[in-house]
Each structure stands twice: as structure tokens, then as C-alpha cells.
């Protein structure tokens, strides 16, 4: 979600880069906010349960 946990970027665009960065240090708050935002969604979704339920998952497409 952009603007939740950090900022989408198009790739090869350093202006639109250049104006994500301006807004995180314009509002450092924000960015501290943004910053737990990410690592509290890293740690929901890519836990080592997670890993290997996704795992699992793609095995079963492959047995079939």
C-alpha cells in the first residue's frame, strides 16, 4: 500500500524517487511510521511459518 509502509516507485523514474524521498524527510514522523508499518508487515508475512506454508503450497500445484 503506498504511503502505508513506504512509497511505490516507478522503476527508472529518479524524479518520482527523488520526490518520495522529500516527503520522508519532510515528515520524519511519518517515515518512523512507515518504517514500523514495513517491518510490522515483513514480520506478518514473511515469518518461517509463512515461508513454508507457501512452500507446501506451490509443491501441491507441481504433485498433481
Known amino acids: 500500500e503506498d504511503g502505508v509502509a513506504g512509497f511505490l516507485v516507478p522503476p527508472e523514474q529518479p524524479d518520482a524517487l527523488a520526490m518520495a524521498?522529500?516527503?520522508?524527510?519532510?515528515?520524519?514522523?511519518?517515515?518512523?511510521?512507515m518504517g514500523a508499518a514495513g517491518k510490522a508487515r515483513i514480520e506478518r508475512d514473511h515469518d518461517l511459518a509463512s515461508a513454508c506454508r507457501k512452500i507446501v503450497h506451490l509443491l501441491m500445484k507441481f504433485e498433481g
Open 21 to 33: 524521498l522529500q516527503k520522508v524527510l519532510a515528515d520524519p514522523i511519518g517515515g518512523q511510521q
